[in-house]
């Protein structure tokens, strides 16, 4: 079955930079998008970016210069890279497997990561 | 940005009672627009897509409704699996957004 898992460290520290891994199975990532969500604690869900089944990337214009969405096709893995991280980034990063373009039909359950030192 | 207002944010209910969630978009996004449910420990289902489609496995006591800017979740007859988190999300235009959501408790 169609299964997502985060992975990747709990803490980082301030201005430096988080490394989270999506390992995926029951699905190619060659036929689907991947994407990256995070929800702060007591704040709502904010989507951060995609890699499409093609390897091509949209992002949050918010983000998007700290931010870097990669794959590795042959481990089912996609990558998540942000650097600078500040106390705001705090929170639970979610990847997603994108339904066509009509929102995301399965999910991970989450890795919590905080911004401290 | 699409800015997605939800409402309530808290509502209680009792098994076999309808209850109604509201999404309201900033701009109209056609019928781009899903509903998810949360529920503890478990991870966000996709419930409806496209305004009123229901996914898979979603069961037909669920049903969304709307177009433009005012979308509809209601969910007839509540069962007890249904308390939990609500959210909407518009794809009509990046960045996808979210609506702050609602959580729908037993009362």
């Known amino acids: 079955q169609v299964q997502l898992k985060e992975s990747g460290p709990g803490l980082v520290q301030p201005s430096e930079t988080l490394s989270l891994t999506c390992t995926v199975s029951g699905f190619s990532l060659t036929s689907y998008g991947v994407n990256w969500v995070r929800q702060p604690p007591g704040k709502g869900l904010e989507w951060m970016g995609t890699?499409?089944?093609?390897?091509?990337?949209d992002y949050n214009s918010a983000l998007k210069s700290r931010l870097s969405i990669s794959r590795d096709t042959s481990k089912s893995q996609v990558f998540l890279k942000m650097n600078s991280l500040q106390t705001e980034d705090t929170a639970i990063y979610l990847c997603?497997?994108?339904?066509?373009?009509?929102?995301?039909?399965?999910w991970g359950q989450g890795v919590m990561v905080t911004v401290s030192s | 940005d699409v800015q997605m207002t939800q409402s309530p944010s808290y509502l209680a209910a009792s098994p076999g009672e309808s209850v109604s969630i509201s999404c309201k978009a900033s701009?109209?996004?056609?019928?781009?627009l899903a509903w998810y449910q949360q529920k503890p420990g478990e991870a966000y289902k996709l419930l409806i897509y496209s305004g009123s489609t229901l996914q898979s496995g979603t069961p037909s006591r669920f049903s969304g409704s709307g177009s433009g800017t005012d979308f509809t979740l209601t969910i007839r007859s509540l069962e007890p699996e249904d308390f939990g988190l609500y959210y909407c999300?518009?794809?009509?235009?990046?960045?996808?957004?979210f609506g702050a959501g609602t959580k729908l408790e037993l009362k």
């Open positions: 999300q518009q794809y009509y235009e990046k960045p996808n957004t």
């Open positions: 890699i499409w089944n093609d390897g091509s990337t």
């Open positions: 997603a497997r994108d339904h066509y373009y009509s929102g995301f039909d399965y």
């Open positions: 701009k109209s996004i056609s019928n781009y």
